[in-house]
């Protein structure tokens, strides 16, 4: 027999060449059925290079927005600095200006130092003025030939009122005008002396006396052309020369009154309205306001202006 062949279990004759065929085959399918553990499915580069892409101009749009940010910084500090430089100018200018108001109105205030207001003369005639001025001084031993000049100040009064305008006097020489004051005399009908200050202090002045009429304070006055407030009786006197001042001086008597839980000489200063009424407090703040800007001649402006408040012989003294 061929050694190519074999017999079967039940006698077929097989040819071996053919069964180690079968055999592969049957291998081979095996091996098709096997799930592989690799990817099959190749890369597709042009789909990983248009991501790439796209990234890339998303990092430029970003680049060019930080740039942006980096500029408006850099603005920003620019404009901040240039600001700081302002505000100090504006600092400055104020200063400057609140100087030189502060010298105009000294200059003026200066100017008006033989000035005396005389309050409380019946307004008839300036015969009738005359001779009622020439009444008073011989009161104080001082002759009329030491006054130069006097007239009756423009408004601040009504002719057929009660409200009488004050008459400005002024002397030759100062010795005379403080004279008025070296007596203590109380002069009948309500008629009384004081300072011409000028529009300024005027308003300076009428805001301190709202210190006294809340008992904030015990007196505001002026003396010798300058405004000043007493917390007591015995108290020294406390110079006012501003708004800021009187507003400063309101505060620290507050904020001891809070702290120690009294008020000094009987004060009710939380009560204290800077100004009676709206109408008054704005008056009185274009004044000074006025006062701050005015470039007028001061000469001109020597025999104007309005009055001030009462006060006594010396600073210490109360209105």
């Known amino acids: 027999m061929s050694p190519a062949k074999k017999h079967t279990a039940n006698g077929a004759v097989v040819d071996a060449t053919e069964v ?16 592989s553990s ?21 990092l430029q749009e970003v680049f060019k927005k930080l740039r942006g940010v980096e500029e408006m910084v850099e603005k920003y500090g620019e404009l901040k600095e240039s600001n700081e430089n ?34 409380g003369v019946p307004e008839l005639t ?21 006054v130069d000049v006097f007239h009756r100040l423009r408004g601040g009064g009504d002719k057929q009122g009660s409200k009488q305008r004050p008459i400005i006097i002024r002397f030759i020489g100062h010795a005379e005008r403080a004279k008025l004051f070296a007596k203590k005399l109380k002069l009948p009908n309500g008629i009384y002396f004081s300072d011409h200050l000028t529009q300024r202090r005027s308003a300076i002045l009428r805001s301190a006396k709202t210190l006294k009429q809340s008992k904030a304070v015990y007196a505001a006055y002026s003396f ?10 015995n108290g020294k006197p406390i110079p006012v020369d501003s708004q800021n001042d009187v507003d ?8 001891k009154e809070i702290s120690t839980g ?5 004060s009710n200063s939380s009560a204290f309205t800077p100004v009676k009424n709206k109408r008054r407090a ?38």
């Open 20 to 35: 180690k065929k079968n055999q592969e085959q049957s291998t081979s399918a095996n091996d098709d059925t096997t799930p």
């Open 126 to 146: 300036p015969d009738n003025d005359r001779r009622q001025i020439v009444e008073i001084l011989d009161k104080f031993g001082i002759t009329f030939d030491s």
């Open 86 to 119: 302002l505000m100090q100018e504006n600092r400055d200018l104020r200063n400057d200006l609140d100087k030189a108001v502060q010298e105009h109105d000294n200059l003026e205030q200066y100017i008006r130092r033989n000035n005396v207001l005389l309050h």
């Open 262 to 266: 009294t008020s000094e000489g009987e």
């Open 224 to 233: 010798c052309g300058r405004v000043f407030v007493r917390k007591s009786q």
């Open 38 to 58: 690799t990817p099959t499915t190749p890369l597709d580069i042009f789909t990983l290079t248009e991501k790439v892409g796209n990234m890339h101009l998303l």
């Open 248 to 255: 400063v001086l309101f505060q620290q008597i507050q904020n």
């Open 282 to 319: 704005n008056k009185d703040k274009k004044d000074i306001e006025s006062s701050s800007i005015a470039s007028n001649v001061v000469a001109k402006n020597a025999l104007k202006g309005s009055g001030a408040g009462r006060y006594g012989v010396l600073p210490a003294m109360p209105e």
